[in-house]
């Protein structure tokens, strides 16, 4: 079995499976795009489940669907990661990732992890229409955050390794777009009453590091010996590198949901702004450690969809 014949995602209630035979043929009228053939366009095949998306009659654009549960998310985000094999696209590396993180959150709502499940639901649609808004725009030559343009944009042209292609995704989504999300969700003083599950996210997170670091290890075979040397002090930096992020996402928050609207788009500019800046040394670290990057990218195996492939797969309990 291959990525490519077939994808999974395993949910707390139902396994679905997502194959050839039931996916359909998605008939719609050419886009207009600066990047590529836009995803779905005329007689390609499409996940069964994955349609959300819609062409908007004024523009000729597609646009994402409103999300209206959880499920909805995951299944849009799985659409992503089809039409990213097809392409052979690795901006679907984040997606892969961010379809795992939605998962568990899921299950944490599901099992009562949170203080109030369905203002975590909410606050997951809000933050997922975000991404999605950013990944249409961009895809379709549309204005959208600078920070997005710059993740997609380094994405696109540098050809990073797997590892910067996450994180590009997550300096994006986190950094600007949750502080947004939780901002909307619970505006005004409101948003003290969220701390507590904006804090658990932390320990869904931590919990997906080892499947992070093992399917990257599939990838570039030296990184499951560092991770043999180094031990959890590796996951450890990563872990507390997304704590941070989701640290300065809170602080944030609380600062965008008291300001009036006016002020709210400076404020969301200058953020995006910040966050453009951190994009680009991601992306671009330097002379001598983007020579280094470039050596793991040559020694990276497999095809774009064995990399989507081998990021999907659970790690196995030692």
């Known amino acids: 079995m291959t990525f490519e014949t077939n994808f999974f995602y395993q949910t707390n209630d139902r396994q679905l499976m997502m194959d050839r035979s039931a996916m359909h043929v998605i008939q719609s009228a050419p886009y207009r795009t600066q990047h590529s053939v836009f995803p779905l366009s005329a007689g390609q095949s499409a996940p069964a489940s994955g349609k959300h998306f819609a062409e908007n009659k004024d523009t000729g654009l597609l646009e994402p669907l409103p999300l209206h549960t959880i499920d909805d998310v995951i299944a849009a985000l799985a659409t992503i990661i089809w039409d990213s094999e097809q392409r052979h696209d690795p901006l679907g590396y984040f997606a892969v990732l961010y379809q795992k993180v939605t998962i568990k959150v899921k299950e944490g709502i599901a099992n009562n992890f949170f203080?109030?499940?369905?203002?975590?639901?909410?606050?997951?649609?809000?933050?997922?229409?975000?991404?999605?808004?950013?990944?249409?725009?961009?895809?379709?030559?549309?204005?959208?955050?600078?920070?997005?343009?710059?993740?997609?944009?380094?994405?696109s042209v540098d050809e990073p390794i797997v590892l910067q292609h996450l994180l590009l995704g997550i300096n994006a989504h986190i950094n600007l777009d949750l502080g947004i999300a939780a901002a909307e969700v619970c505006a005004g003083e409101d948003i003290r009453g969220l701390k507590n599950d904006f804090i658990k996210i932390n320990e869904i997170l931590a919990s997906l590091v080892d499947e992070v670091m093992c399917g990257?290890?599939?990838?570039?075979?030296?990184?499951?010996?560092?991770?043999?040397?180094?031990?959890?002090?590796?996951?450890?930096?990563?872990?507390?590198?997304?704590?941070?992020?989701?640290?300065?996402?809170?602080?944030?928050?609380?600062?965008?949901?008291?300001?009036?609207?006016?002020?709210?788009?400076?404020?969301?500019?200058?953020?995006?702004?910040?966050?453009?800046?951190?994009?680009?040394?991601?992306?671009?670290?330097?002379?001598?450690?983007?020579?280094?990057?470039?050596?793991?990218?040559?020694?990276?195996?497999?095809?774009?969809?064995?990399?989507?492939?081998?990021?999907?797969?659970?790690?196995?309990?030692?």
């Open 115 to 155: 203080d109030d499940g369905p203002r975590m639901e909410q606050l997951d649609i809000v933050f997922a229409e975000r991404y999605l808004a950013a990944y249409f725009a961009y895809q379709q030559g549309q204005p959208l955050s600078y920070c997005w343009k710059k993740a997609f944009d380094l994405g």
């Open 216 to 318: 990257l290890s599939g990838i570039w075979p030296f990184y499951g010996l560092i991770l043999e040397r180094a031990g959890k002090f590796d996951n450890l930096l990563v872990d507390l590198v997304m704590r941070a992020a989701r640290i300065s996402a809170w602080k944030f928050a609380k600062k965008l949901a008291k300001k009036p609207a006016r002020e709210k788009t400076k404020l969301i500019a200058r953020r995006d702004r910040q966050t453009a800046r951190k994009a680009k040394f991601i992306g671009r670290p330097g002379t001598i450690t983007s020579m280094m990057l470039r050596r793991i990218r040559q020694e990276e195996r497999g095809s774009v969809s064995e990399k989507l492939f081998e990021l999907s797969v659970p790690a196995v309990a030692s």
